[in-house]
């Protein structure tokens, strides 16, 4: 964590003294993706509100960018749209479009500093509108690339954040098919740096969910001393 000088301060006698900052407290570039269909009673945005609030209370001034893929749906992945964003000519002003944000995301994706993924558990898996981020974003020759062996990925210094809500406990068991995917499609794009923050057991109330909350709320603040 280095500390380095944003400007001069006047002091005294007309001196210039350095005004160091904590590099870390100063504008991280955070970009969240939320997934709930839940809206404002989601468990999973909810636990995102508290990190980035909890960030601001320790000071950080963070440039955020958030999309909320449930209430502004990305496009399905199609047979015509996988090969225009794969590089197939077209004129076609929908699939123009669709290249478009595919290339809006990535760079999005690219310039950021910590990726926060709203990941509830529905049917044991991610939401397809999360799904749905991923095939506009895992893309050949932009997030990563083809090699003899295994594909290298093309982003760089991210790390991410995944907030999963869950209504049963899930982790470690082959219930949970969200861990391994995200790992997977992340770790295709090069980010390998994954934290999970799990929130299990919501539906078991009152007990169970007050724990879970209360176990999540403390992960996420353990998070918040990471080294950018
Ligand atoms: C459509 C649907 C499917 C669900 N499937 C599961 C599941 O497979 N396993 C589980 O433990 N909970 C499941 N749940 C419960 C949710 O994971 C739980 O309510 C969680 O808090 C939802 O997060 P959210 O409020 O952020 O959307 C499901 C809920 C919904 C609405």
Known sequence: MGNYITHYVVCNLGILKPLYI??????????????SINGHQSQTNTLIEYYLNQRKLQGYKDSVIEHDVESVPLPVLTHQRFHALRGAQTDDAELLSTIQLSDQLIAELKRTDILVLGAPMYNLNVPTQL????????RAKHTFFYTDSYPQGLVNNVKALIVS???GIHQGQPTDAITPY????????GINDVHF?????????????LAGVAKAQQQLKD??????
């Open 182 to 189: 995200l790992t997977a499609a992340l770790g295709l794009m």
């Open 223 to 228: 998070y918040l001393h990471i080294d950018i």
């Open 197 to 209: 923050v799990y929130a299990e057991g919501l539906d078991m109330k009152p007990e169970g969910y």
């Open 131 to 138: 799904k749905n981020w991923f095939d506009m974003v895992v």
């Open 165 to 167: 809500a869950r209504g």
């Open 22 to 35: 904590n590099k870390s407290l100063s504008n991280v570039k955070i970009l969240v993706i939320k997934s």
